[in-house]
């Protein structure tokens, strides 16, 4: 019989979702933990009035990958048809969380300066977009990059100085935000805290937090602990970033929050393979989007039919953010 | 076509259109309920085709919600949710009539004023009756044609007892024809009282309706369905069997006056062979009783004369006397084999008497009476008789007033209520069988107007399913060719399944109440569809579903809170004084 106490935490996922561990992160920024003047613990937030949320999530969905050939040019141009949504729900302000804001957008790109015009199909309208490299990982970027785009004018649109906004994922758009933005990030791809520092992580109790830490020049981050898989180890650590130009207070009063009031929107692990990480509204959010952005079936038979009248041009619509309409939708 | 109901919603297009049935979304200001009607046009190429339907269920859900804890995550302001609310429409007209699936996104109306019309099909019938009131609190109107004989005829009405729907039924139905314009002069009602003494007050104001709160109201839905005059029936003839002991009284309770007491003299015992109507059980049937009762009953009639000096008595002649029974001149009490006889006791005693002396069965003299049945079967029906002539005790004397039927009833009033409750179940039977058959003896001589509606309850007892009896043989008869001849049956059963199917499937208006669940499944509830089979099972008081033969859907109809006294409590007190001043003088 071992030892009770040298035993194991083990944190499971689902490998459907890619590794939830992998030391070759490609961000290789600094990390500093000198920022926060505290001693290195886990902190707990002093209990304050829940305020409101509002939780911003983007999706993708490739729908059909071109392959554009002219007639005078031989080397054909790889392009691509998708769809891209963002949405956004806002929770804690009354009795139930809704679904405020939902966008989704479909544009066509392929390589090179020129923008590829696909004629309406059904009720599937293309946006004609330039603006991509000529490598091969070049039109994924993009489709992301737009989809970034989506979520970050929800961001700005519905920030307010008392709102705390979530963004899904890195702040890797938002940055420079100066609103009270905080990202979310379920995966840990890159361990940041070393050693002693680490071991604080492990020691984190739910609506706990560590100390901030820098991570390269324009963001604070640090870990949490969401409920629902124990408490040992890193089962259900989540980690917050936030924007480091907002300045040191302010980050930390965001963290505090974000601690406090995640942790009542904690996944669940029967409903959502991503739990607790991935957290209730997230993923309503996402099957709503996914949803929203309608059938891919569908989507590859109107490009296909599309695809007959289509035209490349060389005035390039620039390179503008896909635009969302003034009015905002209620819910979905 | 005007469309001036407000949209209430949107055609589903998640799950196929049909062109019998649909789902609509409603609209997050607009709510549609169970019943309600509502109109969808549809821009066919082909032309545009507006479809109505009747609200069959209404359903809400949480869309995003797959899991049943997902609710409480809603209800906790965690998940995000859309509260989602749908009606199912079961399709009643395509107008015009081509049969195609509304379109999914098309925006549903609710079915108001001229589309509420021909969602009902009144635009279809030439002559209606309002006969209670829809969800929406408008008339429901049912087609004359089918309710009179013109086109079909005759009611079934069904539910369990106590929750008001039968006997409710029934009376809202006659009183509103007794209101009805072209029908009030053309309708005269024999209603059967087998329950308390409830109905022998219907003729009077209801107390608790003048009590009600909403006696405003519950008067502006009585004068929306036409009625003229808002309390009891304006115009009753109570009649109730002779009281054991005190044959000139009434045998009931809690009404006297204006109450006469029926029944029938020996005379018209003998010549209309009422002695049928002592043998209705099933099992007399099957027996060799029938044939016994046949042969006395032909004998008594052939040598029956009236006897001068005793009115309403039957005198028996040694043998046959010709001609016409009704026609036979009286003779003098010493001319008689047998008789006077001034009831059904003595002509019982004699009739045992004959069959059951040794010497006149062994000669062959007592063969017309009983012709060559056993002594076993003869002894049987004396023991018959005997009992039956203790159960009918009163009912058949020389002095009796019969319920007057046919051109008799010119001058009486056109609702004849006649009270059953105390009397045996077997003289029950006796009255119920003898009047089913006078009244449609005297369709079958006389003319079809006045229409003779019959109101019956209990018809398993009258008209079972299994077996056969002369009342059975009399109201298939009348289910078969009375709305021809001017008699319409509204029969009333807790189970239409326990009922003879010549008798439920004849009946051209369907109505049920409150079901029992078992029942509810039988083939006899095929005109309900699924859903309002189910609702049948939680119909209110008051309220009931009407299928009709111009309207392909059944429909729910509510009849608003009497305002005649279907109890004595419920009698105004004016009602009371008066009947304090008769009893007490």
């Given at each position: 019989m071992p030892d009770p106490s040298s035993r194991l935490s083990i944190h499971v996922a689902d490998p459907g979702y890619g590794p939830g561990l992998d030391a070759s992160e490609m961000d290789a920024a600094d990390v500093r933990t000198d920022v926060e003047p505290v001693a290195w613990a886990p902190l707990r937030p002093r209990a304050r009035p829940a305020g409101e949320l509002l939780f911003i999530d983007g999706a993708q969905q490739i729908e059909a990958w071109l392959t554009v050939s002219q007639a005078d040019d031989p080397r054909p141009l790889a392009g691509v048809a998708f769809a891209v949504a963002a949405g956004a729900v806002r929770a804690g302000h009354g009795d139930r969380a809704e679904v405020v804001d939902l966008h989704v957008r479909r544009a066509a790109i392929c390589e090179g300066d020129r923008c590829l015009h696909l004629p309406p199909a059904g009720a599937f309208r293309w946006d004609p977009r330039a603006g991509s490299g000529r490598d091969p990982f070049a039109l994924a970027r993009r489709v992301g990059q737009m989809r970034g785009e989506l979520e970050l004018q929800l961001a700005e649109r519905w920030a307010s100085p008392e709102r705390l906004i979530v963004l899904d994922g890195r702040l890797s758009f938002v940055r420079d935000t100066h609103g009270p933005v905080v990202g979310a990030v379920k995966s840990h791809h890159r361990i940041y805290l070393e050693g002693e520092y680490g071991m604080v992580v492990s020691r984190l109790a739910v609506g706990e937090r560590t100390p901030l830490f820098a991570i390269g020049e324009d963001r604070l981050s640090w870990y949490q602990r969401l409920p629902g898989v124990g408490e040992g180890g890193w089962a259900g650590i989540l980690r917050g970033e936030a924007p480091r130009a907002l300045g040191l207070e302010a980050a930390r009063t965001l963290a505090d929050r974000a601690t406090a009031e995640l942790p009542r929107y904690a996944g669940r692990p029967h409903r959502d393979p991503r739990a607790p990480q991935n957290m209730v509204p997230i993923m309503t959010l996402e099957g709503r989007l996914r949803h929203r952005m309608g059938d891919r079936k569908l989507a590859l038979r109107a490009v296909r039919q599309a695809a007959a009248g289509a035209w490349l041009e060389d005035a390039a619509p620039d390179a503008a953010p896909l635009p969302v309409p003034a009015a905002l939708t209620a819910a979905a | 076509m005007t469309a001036d109901g407000g949209p209430v919603g949107v055609v589903l297009g998640h799950q196929a259109a049909s062109s019998q049935s649909f789902q609509v979304g409603i609209d997050e200001d607009a709510s549609l309920e169970v019943d309600d009607l509502v109109a969808v046009t549809t821009p066919d190429p082909a032309g545009e085709v507006t479809t109505y339907g009747v609200v069959t269920e209404a359903y809400a859900q949480l869309e995003g919600a797959s899991m049943p804890s997902d609710t409480q995550a809603y209800t906790a302001g965690q998940m995000p949710a859309q509260l989602v609310r749908t009606a199912e429409v079961q399709v009643v007209r395509v107008d015009p009539e081509r049969w195609i699936a509304p379109h999914p996104g098309v925006v549903a109306r609710r079915a108001r004023g001229e589309e509420r019309e021909r969602a009902l099909y009144e635009d279809t019938m030439t002559r209606t009756l309002a006969m209670g009131l829809g969800r929406d609190g408008l008339p429901i109107r049912l087609d004359l044609d089918f309710l009179d004989g013109t086109k079909g005829g005759h009611v079934s009405i069904s539910g369990i007892s106590g929750v008001a729907t039968k006997t409710s039924t029934a009376l809202a139905l006659v009183r509103l024809l007794l209101a009805h314009p072209d029908m009030r002069r053309r309708v005269r009602v024999l209603i059967f009282n087998v329950k308390g003494e409830d109905l022998l007050h219907i003729d009077r104001d209801n107390r608790r309706y003048a009590e009600r709160p909403d006696r405003a109201d519950l008067d502006a839905r009585w004068t929306a369905l036409g009625l003229d005059h808002i309390g009891g029936f304006p115009d009753v003839g109570f009649w109730a069997p002779p009281r054991p002991g005190a044959p000139g009284m009434p045998d009931c309770e809690t009404r006297l006056q204006d109450v006469r007491v029926f029944g029938w003299t020996p005379w018209r015992f003998v010549t209309e062979g009422l002695?049928?109507?002592?043998?209705?059980?099933a099992s007399d049937m099957r027996s060799q009783l029938s044939f016994v009762e046949e042969r006395v009953r032909g004998e008594l009639l052939r040598r029956a004369v009236p006897v001068d000096g005793y009115p309403g008595s039957v005198g028996l002649m040694p043998g046959p006397v010709p001609g016409d029974p009704e026609r036979r001149t009286a003779r003098q009490a010493g001319e008689l084999a047998a008789g006077p006889f001034s009831d059904l006791e003595g002509l019982v005693e004699w009739l045992v008497e004959l069959l059951g002396d040794d010497e006149l069965m062994r000669t062959g003299d007592a063969r017309p009476w009983v012709g060559n049945a056993a002594a076993g079967t003869v002894g049987a029906f004396t023991r018959r008789l005997q009992s039956a002539a203790h159960r009918l005790r009163g009912l058949v004397r020389s002095d009796a007033m019969a319920i007057p039927r046919g051109e008799a009833a010119q001058n009486e009033p056109p609702v004849a209520v006649v009270h059953l409750t105390r009397l045996h179940d077997f003289a029950q039977r006796f009255v119920v069988g003898t009047l089913l058959s006078q009244t449609f003896a005297a369709k079958e001589r006389g003319t079809r107007d006045p229409i003779e509606f019959v109101v019956l309850d209990e018809l398993n007892k009258y008209a079972p399913r299994e077996g056969s009896s002369p009342i059975k043989e009399t109201l298939i008869d009348i289910a078969q060719r009375g709305r021809s001849l001017g008699v319409i049956l509204v029969g009333a059963q807790q189970q239409a399944s326990l009922v003879a199917p010549e008798v439920t499937q004849n009946a051209a208006v369907r109505i049920t109440g409150r079901l029992d669940p078992a029942e509810a499944e039988r083939s006899e509830y095929g005109w309900l569809n699924p859903a309002t089979r189910a609702r049948a099972r939680l119909l209110m008081q008051g309220r009931v579903l009407v299928s009709q033969p111009s309207v392909p859907a059944p429909l729910a109809v509510e009849f608003p809170f009497p305002p005649w006294a279907t109890a004595a409590g419920e009698v105004a007190q004016a009602g009371r004084a008066q009947d304090a001043i008769a009893q007490f003088g």
């Amino acid at each position: 019989m071992p030892d009770p106490s040298s035993r194991l935490s083990i944190h499971v996922a689902d490998p459907g979702y890619g590794p939830g561990l992998d030391a070759s992160e490609m961000d290789a920024a600094d990390v500093r933990t000198d920022v926060e003047p505290v001693a290195w613990a886990p902190l707990r937030p002093r209990a304050r009035p829940a305020g409101e949320l509002l939780f911003i999530d983007g999706a993708q969905q490739i729908e059909a990958w071109l392959t554009v050939s002219q007639a005078d040019d031989p080397r054909p141009l790889a392009g691509v048809a998708f769809a891209v949504a963002a949405g956004a729900v806002r929770a804690g302000h009354g009795d139930r969380a809704e679904v405020v804001d939902l966008h989704v957008r479909r544009a066509a790109i392929c390589e090179g300066d020129r923008c590829l015009h696909l004629p309406p199909a059904g009720a599937f309208r293309w946006d004609p977009r330039a603006g991509s490299g000529r490598d091969p990982f070049a039109l994924a970027r993009r489709v992301g990059q737009m989809r970034g785009e989506l979520e970050l004018q929800l961001a700005e649109r519905w920030a307010s100085p008392e709102r705390l906004i979530v963004l899904d994922g890195r702040l890797s758009f938002v940055r420079d935000t100066h609103g009270p933005v905080v990202g979310a990030v379920k995966s840990h791809h890159r361990i940041y805290l070393e050693g002693e520092y680490g071991m604080v992580v492990s020691r984190l109790a739910v609506g706990e937090r560590t100390p901030l830490f820098a991570i390269g020049e324009d963001r604070l981050s640090w870990y949490q602990r969401l409920p629902g898989v124990g408490e040992g180890g890193w089962a259900g650590i989540l980690r917050g970033e936030a924007p480091r130009a907002l300045g040191l207070e302010a980050a930390r009063t965001l963290a505090d929050r974000a601690t406090a009031e995640l942790p009542r929107y904690a996944g669940r692990p029967h409903r959502d393979p991503r739990a607790p990480q991935n957290m209730v509204p997230i993923m309503t959010l996402e099957g709503r989007l996914r949803h929203r952005m309608g059938d891919r079936k569908l989507a590859l038979r109107a490009v296909r039919q599309a695809a007959a009248g289509a035209w490349l041009e060389d005035a390039a619509p620039d390179a503008a953010p896909l635009p969302v309409p003034a009015a905002l939708t209620a819910a979905a | 076509m005007t469309a001036d109901g407000g949209p209430v919603g949107v055609v589903l297009g998640h799950q196929a259109a049909s062109s019998q049935s649909f789902q609509v979304g409603i609209d997050e200001d607009a709510s549609l309920e169970v019943d309600d009607l509502v109109a969808v046009t549809t821009p066919d190429p082909a032309g545009e085709v507006t479809t109505y339907g009747v609200v069959t269920e209404a359903y809400a859900q949480l869309e995003g919600a797959s899991m049943p804890s997902d609710t409480q995550a809603y209800t906790a302001g965690q998940m995000p949710a859309q509260l989602v609310r749908t009606a199912e429409v079961q399709v009643v007209r395509v107008d015009p009539e081509r049969w195609i699936a509304p379109h999914p996104g098309v925006v549903a109306r609710r079915a108001r004023g001229e589309e509420r019309e021909r969602a009902l099909y009144e635009d279809t019938m030439t002559r209606t009756l309002a006969m209670g009131l829809g969800r929406d609190g408008l008339p429901i109107r049912l087609d004359l044609d089918f309710l009179d004989g013109t086109k079909g005829g005759h009611v079934s009405i069904s539910g369990i007892s106590g929750v008001a729907t039968k006997t409710s039924t029934a009376l809202a139905l006659v009183r509103l024809l007794l209101a009805h314009p072209d029908m009030r002069r053309r309708v005269r009602v024999l209603i059967f009282n087998v329950k308390g003494e409830d109905l022998l007050h219907i003729d009077r104001d209801n107390r608790r309706y003048a009590e009600r709160p909403d006696r405003a109201d519950l008067d502006a839905r009585w004068t929306a369905l036409g009625l003229d005059h808002i309390g009891g029936f304006p115009d009753v003839g109570f009649w109730a069997p002779p009281r054991p002991g005190a044959p000139g009284m009434p045998d009931c309770e809690t009404r006297l006056q204006d109450v006469r007491v029926f029944g029938w003299t020996p005379w018209r015992f003998v010549t209309e062979g009422l002695l049928r109507f002592c043998f209705t059980d099933a099992s007399d049937m099957r027996s060799q009783l029938s044939f016994v009762e046949e042969r006395v009953r032909g004998e008594l009639l052939r040598r029956a004369v009236p006897v001068d000096g005793y009115p309403g008595s039957v005198g028996l002649m040694p043998g046959p006397v010709p001609g016409d029974p009704e026609r036979r001149t009286a003779r003098q009490a010493g001319e008689l084999a047998a008789g006077p006889f001034s009831d059904l006791e003595g002509l019982v005693e004699w009739l045992v008497e004959l069959l059951g002396d040794d010497e006149l069965m062994r000669t062959g003299d007592a063969r017309p009476w009983v012709g060559n049945a056993a002594a076993g079967t003869v002894g049987a029906f004396t023991r018959r008789l005997q009992s039956a002539a203790h159960r009918l005790r009163g009912l058949v004397r020389s002095d009796a007033m019969a319920i007057p039927r046919g051109e008799a009833a010119q001058n009486e009033p056109p609702v004849a209520v006649v009270h059953l409750t105390r009397l045996h179940d077997f003289a029950q039977r006796f009255v119920v069988g003898t009047l089913l058959s006078q009244t449609f003896a005297a369709k079958e001589r006389g003319t079809r107007d006045p229409i003779e509606f019959v109101v019956l309850d209990e018809l398993n007892k009258y008209a079972p399913r299994e077996g056969s009896s002369p009342i059975k043989e009399t109201l298939i008869d009348i289910a078969q060719r009375g709305r021809s001849l001017g008699v319409i049956l509204v029969g009333a059963q807790q189970q239409a399944s326990l009922v003879a199917p010549e008798v439920t499937q004849n009946a051209a208006v369907r109505i049920t109440g409150r079901l029992d669940p078992a029942e509810a499944e039988r083939s006899e509830y095929g005109w309900l569809n699924p859903a309002t089979r189910a609702r049948a099972r939680l119909l209110m008081q008051g309220r009931v579903l009407v299928s009709q033969p111009s309207v392909p859907a059944p429909l729910a109809v509510e009849f608003p809170f009497p305002p005649w006294a279907t109890a004595a409590g419920e009698v105004a007190q004016a009602g009371r004084a008066q009947d304090a001043i008769a009893q007490f003088g």
